[in-house]
Structure formats: structure tokens, C-alpha cells
């Protein structure tokens, strides 16, 4: 199987393609004791002999986790302040989240390494309905729920259409579904209509169900889980 040399090292964990891509220019890197410094270069990775700074690589298996994210971690892979991040709820090393959830709000996150994966998900192209568990301060009406769904100006731009419907019998729970993932969305949009979001929690990506898994927990999954759960109609 042929693939681009700088995305061999990104999945054998030596650090961003980018990254890769300079170490390659810096002649760090040999494919079969030839210097490569070719970025694009491709290789065979079940056959190819591949090093950096003479050290053998070896591809990493794939890993798979789904995660109920609680309030107050952020989806980084780095610490930038003192708030948890939401790798550090899983003992495995060098994993990354699919997508963001702000540090406020809970719910459903993917952790992996698989990069390829990652950007399936995230890509404005999967068309990807997400869903969320809504709480506000005061009850909407009939009115604001519809222009929810038609399209609420923020940030200068018209959001796509969305899907929200009452879940509680006080006007003030809903379950909403945006395909866009434009920062703190769904708060903005509420704040537009003059709504402050007391309670938010994902709990879909597709057909992908956080279910029962509690705040804070997480749970091994394959990629054929994942992409039938989130890609198959």
C-alpha cells in the first residue's frame, strides 16, 4: 500500500505531517538507507524500510475511544492554561480529539490517533448531523424556534438550517442538531435570540449514541463501529 512519506511518520507518532514534512526536508529521514527529501515522496508501508535519525518506524495500531466529556475539560492535546485537558481522562498516549467541544460543555467526544479518521468526521463535506441536549434560562416560543431553525445571523454570517424541538414540558429543555461546527454555535445562536444556555451536552454524532456512558468515562471502540455508526444511513 502506497502512501505519502510525511503521513507514514505523522501515524508512527514522530509528530505533525507538517512537522514531518520538515523533518524530510531536513534530510532527517531515509526510506530503505536512501536520504529522502522529498515530502511527497510515497512508500510502500508494509515493505519499506523507513527511519528517522537511523531509528526504525513502526506504523501505531489505531486507536478508538468514545468519551462523555465533562464540564470544565478542554478538547486540546496540550495544557495551555490550568484547565484538564480531555486526553488526560484516558491513559493512552498520543491521541487527539475529533472535532471541539468547549471547555463548558459535556458530552460525546472521539479520542484516536488515526488522523485519516479524524478528518472524515470533521470535514464540512460529511454533512454530519450533531445533536445536543439544550437547558436555557427562560422558555422560548414557537416564534424563536422557528427562526432557529431557518437560520439565526451570527458572526456576520447566516447559520445553516438546524433542527431543535422541545424535550420538556417547561419551554426551557430542547434537543437541537447542527451540521455546521462553527466555535460556540449553538450558545451564540441562543444568545442572539437573547437566551443564556444553562446546561449543554452533546449526545450524537450521526447515529453515534453517547447512551449511558457517564461523565468523565470512556469506551474502546473498532473504526467499523465508528464509521458505521456515524456514516450509514
Known sequence: MLERLQKYLANAGVASR???????????????????RKPGFKINSEKDIVCINNRQLKPRDKKYFIVNKPGGYVCSCSKNDDAPIVTELIPEKKLFPVGRLDKDTEGLIILTNDGDFGQSVIHPSSNLWKE??????????????????????????????????????????????????????IRKMFSALGYKI????????????????????????SRDFLWKKIFSE
Open 198 to 221: 444553562i446546561y449543554l451536552k452533546r449526545t450524537k454524532i450521526g447515529r453515534l449514541n453517547i447512551g449511558n456512558l457517564k461523565p468523565g468515562y470512556y469506551k474502546p471502540v
Open 132 to 185: 445536543y441536549r439544550v437547558v436555557l434560562d427562560g422558555e422560548i416560543t414557537g416564534a424563536e424556534l422557528e427562526r432557529f431553525r431557518n437560520g439565526i445571523e451570527i458572526d456576520g454570517r447566516l447559520t445553516a438550517p438546524a433542527r431543535v424541538s422541545l424535550t420538556g414540558k417547561n419551554g426551557k429543555e430542547l434537543a437541537v442538531s447542527i451540521m455546521e461546527g462553527r466555535n460556540r454555535q
Open 18 to 36: 507538517r512537522k514531518c514534512e520538515e523533518f524530510i526536508q531536513q534530510g532527517l529521514v531515509s526510506v530503505n538507507k536512501v536520504i529522502i
